[in-house]
């Protein structure tokens, strides 16, 4: 723990971009939880609820690799003001839904948050490498993993909360006012700093400068984002995050599609069960963002990567059989519980991976690209769930997603020398130097 106290009391621009995170979160889940609830009261069809999967999850895919290279070119801190005005102007049409008639607002509004949340990710991501010190980056990365189960906590049930007592307009307010307090917080960050002319799109930026005046701003942008994209796989262990990330979101969209037939089906659950079974990853996941958090000061973040997707896999593989020996709903309230901890080391240890194999002005474009990725990847888990869960059955479809993780983190462990910094310099052109 003496590693959670150093970084909370003497980081003082990491603590501000914690709580500015903490809070924005819990207004994304309030909103996010009280739309889908007002959205399927409103218009009573489960196809319009599912619409708002659709717009959240499109702009990840078709803008995600792209918001990366601006995000390179921005300062990071300014650029996160920025977004975050912008999220409060986007939701201002919010305030007229009130009816059926005017329920067309809230998918622009969805879309729109999410294609600003394309830039706003990668350069939150980018900026933590810098406010902290480099020994305490993977105690760092699983707070931030800790915030998102706590806003999870705090903002899916405050959601239902003010959708029942103000509807649409009561949900945007809220939502706007945590976008307010984090600016705030942000705006208050130290933290001075633009891209690297150096290291900003490596080889294909340095072109670019050669040959301005001939590809100009347009050919130079297209370059750089080719080149976030060769990034992500032009070096093993590189290589190794991609493939990582692209199997478990496959499975993570298996997952979120075939999750509450799961429950409904082979665990006979209601609709309050289910939901009940859902928020308790949280639970797991604030306890789980503790002990990476503590244990980030001795582990390794590739071997907390590997050991946690191991983890990961195991338990959720339990969980998915568990129909086969018994219809009882505590093995599944027992096991989300349970999957928090290893899943806060999968994020926090991959995500230090990344940041210490990337320099700083190329991470943004990496981000971007392998989130660019894992959106596709989500929407292929959706469809393949969609089509084949009839056919194959939904526990096999499910204890994919397991194996997935399973696999992966035993790839991880396999090569988990290969991902440590010193090893991985000479093996990628824009790796950073370890500290």
């Known amino acids: 723990m003496k590693a959670v106290w150093a970084v909370l009391t003497r980081q003082r621009d990491y603590r501000l971009l914690l709580s500015a995170g903490l809070i924005s979160l819990?207004?994304?889940?309030?909103?996010?939880?009280?739309?889908?609830?007002?959205?399927?009261?409103?218009?009573?069809?489960?196809?319009?609820?599912?619409?708002?999967?659709?717009?959240?999850?499109?702009?990840?895919?078709?803008?995600?690799?792209?918001?990366?290279v601006f995000v390179d070119r921005w300062d990071r801190r300014r650029a996160m003001i920025v977004l975050n005005l912008l999220h409060v102007v986007a939701l201002l049409p919010l305030l007229v839904v009130h009816d059926r008639q005017t329920i067309w607002i809230v998918y622009g509004v969805v879309l729109a948050q999410s294609c600003l949340q394309q830039f706003f990710v990668p350069a939150e991501q980018s900026l933590v490498p810098a406010l902290t010190e480099p020994r305490h980056l993977l105690t760092a990365n699983a707070l931030n993993s800790q915030t998102r189960d706590v806003a999870r906590l705090l903002g899916a049930a405050l959601g239902g909360v003010l959708a029942a007592a103000g509807g649409i307009p009561l949900l945007a307010t809220a939502d706007a006012a945590t976008f307010l307090a984090a600016l705030a917080l942000i705006w208050c960050i130290r933290h001075r700093a633009g891209p690297d002319p150096a290291a900003l799109g490596g080889p294909a930026a340095a072109t670019g400068a050669r040959t301005a005046g001939l590809r100009g701003a347009v050919g130079r942008l297209a370059a750089e984002w080719k080149d976030g994209l060769r990034l992500c796989s032009s070096g093993r262990a590189m290589r190794?995050?991609?493939?990582?990330?692209?199997?478990?979101?496959?499975?993570?969209?298996?997952?979120?599609?075939?999750?509450?037939?799961?429950?409904?089906?082979?665990?006979?659950?209601?609709?309050?069960?289910?939901?009940?079974?859902?928020?308790?990853?949280?639970?797991?996941?604030?306890?789980?963002g503790l002990v990476a958090a503590a244990a980030g000061s001795w582990l390794p973040a590739?071997?907390?990567?590997?050991?946690?997707?191991?983890?990961?896999?195991?338990?959720?593989?339990?969980?998915?059989?568990?129909?086969?020996?018994?219809?009882?709903?505590?093995?599944?309230?027992?096991?989300?519980i349970l999957v928090g901890v290893p899943g806060a080391f999968t994020v926090a240890g991959s995500m230090t991976v990344l940041?210490?194999?990337?320099?700083?002005g190329s991470r943004g474009r990496v981000l971007g690209a392998l989130g660019a990725v894992e959106g596709g990847a989500v929407l292929v888990g959706i469809t393949a769930a969609g089509v084949l869960g009839t056919v194959v059955g939904i526990i096999p479809m499910l204890v994919f997603q397991a194996l997935g993780y399973l696999a992966?983190?035993?790839?991880?462990?396999?090569?988990?020398?290969?991902?440590?910094?010193?090893?991985?310099?000479?093996?990628?052109?824009?790796?950073?130097?370890?500290?």
């Open 240 to 288: 190794v995050l991609f493939v990582f990330g692209l199997v478990t979101q496959i499975g993570e969209g298996v997952m979120s599609t075939l999750f509450a037939p799961f429950v409904r089906t082979e665990l006979g659950g209601s609709a309050q069960a289910y939901g009940l079974i859902v928020s308790s990853q949280a639970v797991g996941g604030v306890a789980g």
């Open 355 to 360: 940041q210490r194999l990337t320099r700083d």
């Open 408 to 435: 992966g983190g035993c790839v991880v462990l396999a090569r988990r020398r290969l991902l440590e910094p010193d090893r991985a310099e000479a093996d990628h052109p824009l790796v950073a130097r370890p500290s």
């Open 26 to 68: 819990t207004g994304d889940w309030i909103l996010r939880t009280g739309l889908a609830f007002r959205v399927y009261e409103v218009t009573g069809s489960t196809l319009t609820s599912g619409s708002l999967l659709l717009a959240s999850f499109v702009p990840s895919v078709v803008l995600g690799s792209l918001a990366g």
């Open 302 to 336: 590739a071997t907390m990567w590997g050991v946690g997707s191991v983890l990961f896999g195991l338990v959720d593989l339990t969980l998915f059989c568990s129909p086969l020996a018994s219809d009882s709903l505590v093995p599944a309230f027992v096991c989300m």
